[in-house]
């Protein structure tokens, strides 16, 4: 493979995973990864709060 | 997870590896082929096609002829195109080089036509296929391309270009089918339709 | 119920302003209400053309086993409905249901009511001309020849501008959240909406304005259609299903954790995937290798959704019989592990050998586009139109009808072409048997597709008299104050903030 090949294939299979992985660091270290579960609940509230079922068939 | 930027970013990047991957890479590697002399007949290859056969390349695209023919034959060892004659080689890319669009094609609802023009030459018998494909392949499912042609009254003499139609083909007693400049054209290119140059990257 | 706070088009564009900390989170009926005109408009659109693709679908479908039928006319012949059937139901309709679910998921989530409507109705007003322009333009036999992007370059502008308009919208909306907390499905679709008009222009761009040379265009050309499934339909149905399937049961999805997971292996993995298009096809050997590689590797977002989804669902699933969101959204995220898994398995060289270029390939784009994607959309739709037009569906019976139709047909079409392409590409490859036997072996399989295409045609008439029905009923009174289902209608009055 050519020079310009060289570079791109290692653009693309090592500096991209590298940068994921420090990502992935600065992501723990500035805590988004904590309490992630927490995310999940987002979408209920007072008006349509965990445990209402918000759907069914129309009656007859 | 909450950081527009940073999702954004990692979108933007991971859409961009395969962008340099399966698009610029190749560009680089292989977009810029050129044609080249076979040294055993000193022919260029890929050859330009003729204006009418270009012409019937078009129609073959409006036609969608592309959704049940395929453009490419695979390695030998590789499903049977090359046992079943459909070419002496398997296809590269510069089969390609003169191609726009690229006609590869993904599906063998009729055969592959990479190499049809060697393996049926003969422009009656397209002109029959292409009119009523039961004619020549009975029990084909490729539709018949009668718009092709013109029916015109029979003058004192049959046209030489009137096809021989018999049976419950041909049209009305004193009408004649004969094909239209498009079915020429479409034929023209069918019959172009020959990659079996020996190349240098396929030895 | 509106509140003033909303501000003006050009404040929105303007990257000084800021959302105003003092406006909480709008009400669920405030957000209903204001999306109810221009999702309506599109989800109608989107409809009319799922109605006109089933009919070129039938058309296409027919002419397969029976090739003489409608064949006198050139711009009705076999080449031409198909690709019309294509794009009417994947540009026509998929892309209207996906994106009118989308701005309505983006408005719930990001808890703004609509804002500057007038945007997204210009929009899909230029997007219906569009995709109207580019059917009949292939119809006329101006079709670019190149699959997934069949529409004549003079469709192209009119279809980018309408996606502008939906591009600035988003991130106008995005801006002006009132809900710090990015979810889940937000991530798929504000990923989706930054990829697909990338993929569309590359692709455009490379293959049919300044087109690149050979080869490369089969690259540009399954780069860009895989990832039309992969990027822009995929996340949005999966964002449809993460919200669906916690919203319906009314509890949260079971691990956030998974859901990153799933979410940063697709981005990574998906959009390698195109090259497995080529298995076989003169390209280089690399190529196609690290599509097939990326193809296995979608086992792990693949897998991390279904173990998700499943998580969740399970000890409710008794709730399928009293759901049609549920039913559809649940029968599509199933089908989105299989057809995937099944994906896996078709990009290997041993199975390709067999499968490529038969009609399992078009087995396996409906499984995906129709079994997962499309039954998706009906789950989501099933869901936001009582709650735009606050009326409640017409008749369950339709309902089922629909889902009974729909799903037992495209099982059938699935498993015909699946079956009969494998022993389509058995035949092929001997080559000892004579091509016009090898027409033979799918002819049953053919006959069995149109089948399943009529019972698809029978639910898709269904789903559009539920419809036609349910806007109608806008115009009469209120029926149902007491509907669960409209739980945060009217009757209600304050919404009250997370």
Known sequence: ?60 | MNYGPLLFLGVFLTLASSWVGLVLVPQIQFGRLEPVKIEETGEIYPMARSGLAEQGRELYRAYGCVYCHSQQVRAEDFGADIQRGWGKRRSVARDYLRDKPVLLGTMRTGPDLTNIGMRQPSVSWHLLHLYDPQMTSAGSIMPPYAFLFDRQKQGLQKSPDALPLSGKFSPDPGYEIIPSPEARALVAYLLSLKSSASLPEVK | MKTSTAPGFLQSLSPASRPDPAVPPAALAEIDQSCRGPVLFMFVCGVVWLLAGTVFALITSWKMHDPAFLAGYGWLTFGRVRPVHLNLVVYGFANQAAVGTALWLMCRLCRVPLMHGWMIIVSTVFWNIGVLVGAVGILAGDSTGIEWLEFPPYAAPILFFSYALIGVWTVITFRFRREPHLYVSQWYLLAAFLWFPWLYSAAEILLVLEPVRGTVQAAVNWWFAHNVLGLWFTPIGLAAAYYFIPKVIGRPIHSYYLSALGFWSLALFYNWNGMHHLVGGPMPAWLVSVSIVASVMMLIPVVTVAINHHLTMRGHFHHLKSSPTLLFIVFGAMNYTATSVHGVLSALRSVSEVTHFTHHTIGHAHHGMYAFFTMVMFGSMYYIVPRLTQREWPSARLIYLHFWTCGLGIMLYVGALTLGGVLQGFAMNDPNLAFLKVVAVTKPYLVLRSLSGMLMTVGHIAFAWSLGWILIRQLGPYRDPSAVVLGSSKSQSTGAPA
């Open chain 1, 1 to 60: 493979m050519s020079l310009v090949n060289w570079i791109l294939f290692i653009g693309s299979f090592v500096v991209l995973p590298v940068s994921a992985l420090f990502a992935l660091r600065w992501a723990i270290r500035t805590g988004q990864l904590e309490n992630l579960n927490k995310g999940a609940l987002v979408i209920f509230n007072d008006e349509e709060p965990v445990g209402r079922v918000t759907d069914r068939f129309p009656r007859p």
